[in-house]
């Protein structure tokens, strides 16, 4: 008997946005811890590394003259400054993991996200959000990472992401983590089961028949 086949699927693009403060990393770390086969898009960017930061591995650190000659090359499919510092994604790459079948998770901003759609409108364009204005606020405190005038500005730009949440495809509503995490794995699990990823698939099966 010939082993049963598993059908191909196209790698999957996964975009997760969120305020700052909202719970991305944990979520986003912990897809990557039970899916290691998932891509991570490396962004490029000009803020210097942080402690424990590797070049290459969490962001291609870079400096503004060679940010700004990759972008007029055209390299990026989308950029955004944050923070007074420039981020981008390098297209290459994620074409390139994306060919060789395997799905890319990007951590990006907002505006990032909305440009995104235009190089890879089938990708999966999630929306994280706070349960309330005060938890957030509350959260960002217990940071205890930020000055109350940085708490405050994230505050501030946490309204404007808000207001675009509208434009992403799932919304998971992170209140209690292993529950967010729960939804937030069934989006992408339900990202990979759409009919767009299986290239070719129901040809094929259908084409048994007609040989059958
Ligand atoms: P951080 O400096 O804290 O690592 O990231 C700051 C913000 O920049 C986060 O919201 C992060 O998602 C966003 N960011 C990281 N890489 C990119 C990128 O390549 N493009 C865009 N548009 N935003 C990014």
């Given at each position: 008997?010939?082993?049963?086949?598993?059908?191909?699927?196209?790698?999957?693009?996964?975009?997760v946005?969120?305020?700052?403060?909202?719970?991305?990393?944990?979520?986003?770390?912990?897809?990557?811890?039970?899916?290691?086969?998932?891509?991570?898009?490396?962004?490029y960017?000009?803020?210097?590394?942080?402690e424990?930061?590797?070049?290459?591995?969490?962001?291609?650190?870079?400096?503004?003259d060679?940010?700004?000659?990759?972008?007029?090359?055209?390299?990026?499919?989308?950029?955004?400054?944050?923070?007074?510092?420039?981020y981008?994604?390098?297209?290459?790459?994620v074409r390139?993991?994306?060919?060789?079948?395997?799905?890319?998770?990007f951590?990006?901003?907002?505006?990032g996200a909305?440009?995104?759609?235009?190089?890879?409108?089938?990708?999966?364009?999630a929306f994280?959000?706070?349960?309330?204005?005060?938890?957030?606020?509350?959260?960002?405190k217990?940071?205890g990472?930020d000055?109350?005038?940085?708490?405050?500005?994230?505050?501030?730009?946490?309204?404007?992401?808000?207001?675009?949440?509208?434009?992403?495809?799932?919304?998971?509503?992170?209140?209690?983590?292993?529950?967010?995490?729960?939804?937030?794995?069934?989006?992408?699990?339900?990202?990979?089961?759409?009919?767009?990823?299986?290239?070719?698939?129901?040809?094929?099966?259908?084409?048994?028949?007609?040989?059958?």
């Amino acid at each position: 008997m010939p082993e049963p086949k598993s059908p191909e699927r196209k790698g999957l693009v996964l975009v997760v946005c969120a305020p700052s403060g909202t719970g991305k990393s944990t979520l986003t770390a912990r897809l990557r811890e039970e899916f290691p086969d998932i891509g991570f898009s490396v962004s490029y960017t000009t803020r210097p590394p942080r402690e424990g930061e590797r070049d290459g591995e969490h962001y291609h650190f870079v400096s503004r003259d060679r940010f700004i000659a990759m972008r007029s090359r055209g390299e990026f499919c989308e950029w955004a400054e944050v923070h007074d510092n420039f981020y981008g994604t390098a297209t290459q790459p994620v074409r390139d993991m994306l060919e060789a079948g395997s799905d890319v998770l990007f951590d990006i901003d907002v505006q990032g996200a909305m440009q995104l759609r235009r190089t890879f409108p089938e990708g999966v364009y999630a929306f994280l959000l706070p349960p309330s204005r005060e938890e957030l606020l509350r959260r960002l405190k217990g940071r205890g990472t930020d000055s109350p005038e940085a708490v405050e500005r994230r505050m501030e730009n946490a309204r404007g992401e808000l207001e675009r949440a509208g434009s992403f495809d799932f919304w998971v509503v992170n209140d209690e983590v292993e529950r967010a995490y729960q939804e937030f794995r069934s989006v992408y699990l339900a990202g990979k089961a759409r009919p767009m990823q299986y290239e070719g698939m129901l040809d094929e099966l259908l084409e048994e028949w007609n040989d059958g």
